[in-house]
Nanobody, 121 residues
């Protein structure tokens, strides 16, 4: 069983930056980040393959967020720059037992508990 623990969320002003981390307790393959704002569906944000050769992003964050991983530490990171109020959400780390990235929630078998990101205007 894989456990995922996110950290790094918080309150930041618009234009600021945050870096989220997700530490995995077991072996994981492709990993991703999703987010859920109040009253909205959980949506895909970013994903990275096991080898880090493939990444994928939500269009609205593509030029502002980067995703990376350190397999030696079993950790994936989401660097978020130029944050906007519309980025406010609970951010969830997800992992799947497949090396290829996926943008779909149902493709991910493991989920973290979420970390709150609030961007003030």
């Amino acid at each position: 069983q894989v456990q995922l623990v996110e950290s790094g969320g918080g309150l930041v002003q618009a234009g600021g930056s945050l870096r989220l981390s997700c530490a995995a307790s077991g072996r994981t393959y492709a990993m991703g980040w999703f987010r859920q704002a109040p009253g909205k569906e959980r949506e895909f944000v970013a994903a990275i393959s096991w080898s880090s050769t493939t990444t994928s992003f939500l269009d609205s964050v593509k030029d502002r967020f980067t995703i990376s991983r350190d397999n030696a530490k079993n950790t994936v990171y989401l660097q978020m720059n130029s944050l906007k109020p519309e980025d406010t959400a609970v951010y969830y780390c997800a992992a799947r037992t497949n090396k290829a990235v996926s943008v779909y929630r149902f493709d991910h078998q493991y989920w973290g508990q979420g970390t709150q990101v609030t961007v003030s205007s």
